[in-house]
């Protein structure tokens, strides 16, 4: 089976600091997927990479930047956080068959 | 641009009963596919179910099952026999069927399960 991994299940970061999120598979997988959870508004895409140092925005895209360097390695860069990306964070990759998820990132910005 | 309706924000069900989640889409593609993930309180998302839109016949995986009518755009999960696992946020999303768009999916708002003892 296809594991995806996000190195944090929570964190607590201050107003302003740079924040990395990270999310690693071990398929051989192209497409990779951040996504941020929030109440009432379900699932809302970030960023999504289909290939090594390949990406593109999704629909929220502001206040974020992503890196892939290798293939099987997405991480997502909060450049300054701020108390409105406090959320959840899912990372996941694709295949035809449907995605696989990571656990997901709780993070919280105080 | 896709678009993936769900019309049911919260549903509960008593165990061991029937219970039917609604799925609706807008699309112009014909090469699609159709999923049903599950997301318990506080864990990982996974898939439930896929349904690929040139397949006539409808997905079953064990309890669940699909109602796929591609004219009217719906796409509707029946769980059987519901247990109180069940209990979730189900997510109905579609992908396009070709690789240029790096399978990416659009999701539903979702609906939130409650399955009752």
């Known amino acids: 089976d296809v594991k995806v991994t996000q190195s944090s299940r929570y964190l607590v970061k201050r107003t302003g600091e740079k924040v990395f999120l990270e999310c690693v598979q071990d398929?051989?997988?192209?497409?990779m997927f951040w996504y941020r959870q929030d109440p009432g508004l379900g699932l809302r895409l970030i960023y999504f990479?289909?290939?090594?140092?390949?990406?593109e925005k999704g629909d929220i895209p502001e206040g974020y930047s992503v890196s892939r360097e290798k293939k099987e390695r997405f991480s997502l860069i909060l450049e300054s956080a701020s108390t409105n990306q406090t959320s959840m964070y899912l990372c996941?990759?694709?295949?035809?068959?449907?995605?696989?998820f990571g656990s997901g990132t709780r993070l919280t910005v105080v | 641009a896709q678009t993936v309706t769900q019309s049911q924000p919260e549903m509960s069900v008593q165990e061991a009963e029937t219970v039917t989640l609604s799925c609706t889409y807008d699309?112009?593609?014909?090469?699609?596919?159709l999923f049903w993930y599950k997301q318990p309180p506080s864990r990982q998302m996974i898939l439930v179910i896929r349904?690929?839109?040139?397949?006539?016949q409808n997905a079953t995986e064990n309890r669940f099952s699909v109602n796929f009518q591609k004219a009217a755009k719906s796409f509707s999960l029946k769980i059987s026999d519901s247990q109180l696992g069940d209990t979730a946020m189900y997510f109905c999303?579609?992908?396009?069927?070709?690789?240029?768009?790096?399978?990416?999916?659009?999701f539903g708002d979702g609906t939130t399960l409650t399955v009752k003892p």
């Open positions: 996941a990759s694709s295949h035809i068959r449907g995605y696989t």
């Open positions: 398929m051989d997988h192209e497409n």
């Open positions: 990479s289909y290939d090594v140092k390949m990406k």
């Open positions: 699309t112009s593609e014909n090469n699609y596919y």
């Open positions: 349904q690929e839109a040139y397949k006539q």
């Open positions: 999303a579609f992908m396009k069927g070709t690789n240029t768009n790096a399978g990416k999916s659009t």
